[in-house]
């Protein structure tokens, strides 16, 4: 049996947030999970560039893309194909035929008549349309697929969000009637699947009453409305209010989801997602597998897969008969989906190769064309050989783990530049601050290149930090790299002519402020020796003032000479010190949300939402009951469902008592 499944994924990733897909996050299991031998997705929400290997390489898959030609992240239809069960002799995008293959310039209707799938929509139908037939399929909105016994449609139909696209949307639906009705008028069987956003009727969606009630609708209104007409007429046994359109006299589309069950009520593929509205299956039936009417024999099963999460979406499937009368005579399904020969009486006679694949694959794209698998970067290619190698071998590394590593890079050793470490000694005791940056492979830097003076961290005002030279050494040892540098800053005193250098040792040495000597050199004073306890031995020498340490852990050791105005330094810094427990209480305070009310009926924390509806209340937020929407779509009192609890934000304050909820409409 053959199994195609269409499912509405609200971006292609979207899926592996949630179980089963989380676990593996691959999609080849996710198409085990599903069990379908051809997926249809919509909605993938993803640009040409933004493909990747693990979406367009899936083994045993192959796969055709419709992307949007402008807008990002929008729309988005791909067909994935087992090349174990089927294989398509023809593959399109778009539903007018006026895009071109890959690497070609002239259109799908245009091409060649062998390979063309025919049935374009002509002149005056495509005149009929108040969106020119470019603009209709600029949004990677269809995907085409032909196989020896149907053709294959995979669409995305736009939704009726407001009235600026009320035009594209009628647009594309006729043309897509057009092109369906022309097929099938060649005599080609059609199946037609995707996310159409078109409830039949008041069976398949819960909002139908209330939609009535908003617009004003009688039921024949209702089942009237441009879009939902125009489908009803497309399938056998719609409703049709009056006499049927010109040009659409005869139904050609079967609905299979709902011939197996004709009856079924609350049989949704899509619910709302901003008012939780799944758990009480508050939803509408917008998402088809539709089939030509001379196939409906053709089909053992199909139904909803409302358990699979995912998407505000869920999977919708039907599963095609092993054996299937063709005019009288019994053929097995896997020698109609597969080019001429390649299977006889449900038997593979040859295996599915590169020849088989069209212009349209997705493995066939540039950026995915004869892409390398990452095993044969270790197994193709030989290993180095060790006279090719100048450079001396990896300190720790076998001779054979180097050769590996240098087939990794995919460079040899003398290719990869060495960078040349400066050699000078340090002049007057004073340490470099060097950033050595790694050569990019396969370029030359230049010497000034390899190293980076970077200046030392902002000292205090009255402090400037010295430029250390530019031919210091960098890190001899991995002992160095544990070790701060030594940095020599500058500082101005109050005279001019004096001109004091401290030298500030960072390390696991004694810090100046707390017990260690700061040494003091000026142009009139001799070298000092200097104990433990911060006092010379010759006290004719003025020592520093003690260091003071800021609130925030820092300590001042230079703050005496750098500003001869500040007296009493340690006395004013004792009067700065900030309780850090008290500033963390104050900043948790600030950040906190408000406690949330409890809703009336269930006295369960409530939700917070925005008002986007335009009006005076646009852009308010209100809090109401955080429980899903019940199956009548109203709020109920005393039960499992939503209450009517509302308050708005402005009006709510946790410190007073909860008062009476109100029931404003937003």
């Known amino acids: 049996m053959v199994r195609i499944t269409t499912w509405n994924v609200n ?38 560039k933004d493909l990747v290997d693990d979406m367009v390489l899936v083994p045993g898959w192959d796969c055709y893309w419709s992307l949007p030609k402008h807008k990002k992240g929008y729309a988005g239809v791909v067909i994935y194909t087992r090349q174990s069960v089927c294989a398509p002799i023809r593959a399109e995008e778009g539903i007018t035929g006026t895009l071109c293959p890959p690497g070609s310039t002239t259109s799908f209707s245009d091409g060649p008549q062998d390979q063309q799938i025919g049935g374009y929509p002509s002149h005056a139908q495509l005149e009929a349309s108040l969106v020119d037939a470019t603009t209709l399929d600029s949004e990677g909105r269809c995907v085409i697929l032909e196989f020896p016994a149907f053709v294959l449609f995979g669409v995305y139909s736009p939704a009726n969000r407001d009235e600026t696209r009320d035009d594209f949307r009628l647009g594309f639906l006729d043309v897509l009637d057009a092109r369906i009705r022309n097929l099938v008028t060649m005599g080609k069987r059609v199946i037609l ?24 609708y009688t039921a024949e209104e209702y089942m009237s409305t441009p879009a939902r007409r125009m489908f009803n007429q497309l399938l056998d046994g719609g409703k049709v209010v009056g006499e049927r359109d010109q040009g659409r006299e005869k139904p050609i589309l079967w609905d299979i989801c709902r011939g197996f069950h004709p009856t079924r009520k609350g049989m949704f593929t899509c619910w709302e997602q901003k008012v939780n509205a799944r758990p009480g299956n508050y939803g509408a039936r917008i998402d088809y597998v539709l089939s030509s009417l001379d196939m409906k024999a053709w089909f053992s099963d199909s139904n909803i897969q409302e358990g699979l999460m995912g998407s505000d979406h869920c999977p919708v499937y039907a599963v095609i008969k092993d054996q299937i009368d063709i005019n009288g005579e019994m053929m097995h399904t896997l020698d109609l989906i597969n080019p001429q020969g390649m299977f006889m009486h449900g038997v593979r006679q040859r295996e599915y190769s590169t020849k088989d694949m069209l212009p349209m694959s997705g493995k066939l794209i540039p950026e995915f064309d004869g892409r390398r698998n990452i095993k044969d970067m270790f197994t193709r290619k030989p290993p180095l050989a ?18 590996k590593i240098d087939e990794i890079v995919g460079l040899s050793r003398d290719q990869i530049p060495q960078a040349d470490l400066p050699t000078a000694p340090l002049a007057n005791g004073q340490t470099t601050v060097t950033e050595t940056i790694p050569p990019v492979a396969g370029k030359k830097r230049s010497s000034a290149a390899t190293s980076t003076n970077r200046p030392l961290k902002r000292s205090r005002s009255g402090v400037s930090v010295q430029a250390a030279p530019a031919n210091s050494k960098g890190q001899q040892s991995l002992k160095g790299f544990f070790t701060k540098p030594t940095a020599t800053v500058e500082v101005n005193s109050a005279s001019p002519s004096a001109t004091q250098e401290i030298e500030v040792q960072s390390g696991a040495g004694p810090q100046p402020g707390l017990g260690a000597a700061i040494p003091i050199h000026s142009n009139d004073t ?17 020592t520093s003032p003690p260091a003071t340490q800021d609130p925030d852990g820092s300590t001042d050791t230079l703050s005496a000479q750098t500003s001869p105005s500040k007296k009493g330094v340690g006395m004013e810094d004792s009067d700065k010190v900030h309780d850090p427990i008290q500033s963390k209480e104050c900043w948790s305070k600030l950040f906190t949300k408000p406690a949330a009310p409890r809703c009336e009926s ?22 109401m009951c ?33 008062t009476t909820t109100t029931t404003t409409t937003t």
């Open 11 to 48: 971006g292609i990733r979207n899926p592996f947030g949630y179980q089963p897909w989380r676990d593996k996050r691959t999609f080849a299991a996710m198409f085990d999970i599903l069990e379908a031998d051809i997926i249809v997705l919509q909605e993938t929400k993803i640009q040409r």
């Open 193 to 216: 699947t995707g996310d159409l956003n078109i409830s039949r009727e008041e069976l398949d969606t819960a909002n139908a009453e209330a939609a009535m009630r908003k617009n004003g």
């Open 386 to 403: 060790k006279s090719q190698s100048t450079a001396a071998p990896l300190a720790g590394v076998e001779e054979g783990e180097e050769a």
């Open 526 to 542: 001799e070298s000092l020796t200097y104990q433990d306890d911060r006092k010379p031995i010759d006290s004719t020498t003025p």
């Open 602 to 623: 269930h006295d369960e924390p409530c939700k917070t939402m925005l008002t986007k509806k335009s009006g005076m209340n646009c852009g308010r937020s209100f809090w």
């Open 626 to 658: 955080a429980r899903p929407l019940g199956p009548s779509g109203a709020k109920e009192k005393n039960t499992q469902w939503r209450c009517p609890t509302f308050i708005w934000c402005s009006d709510w304050n946790p410190n007073l008592p909860t």
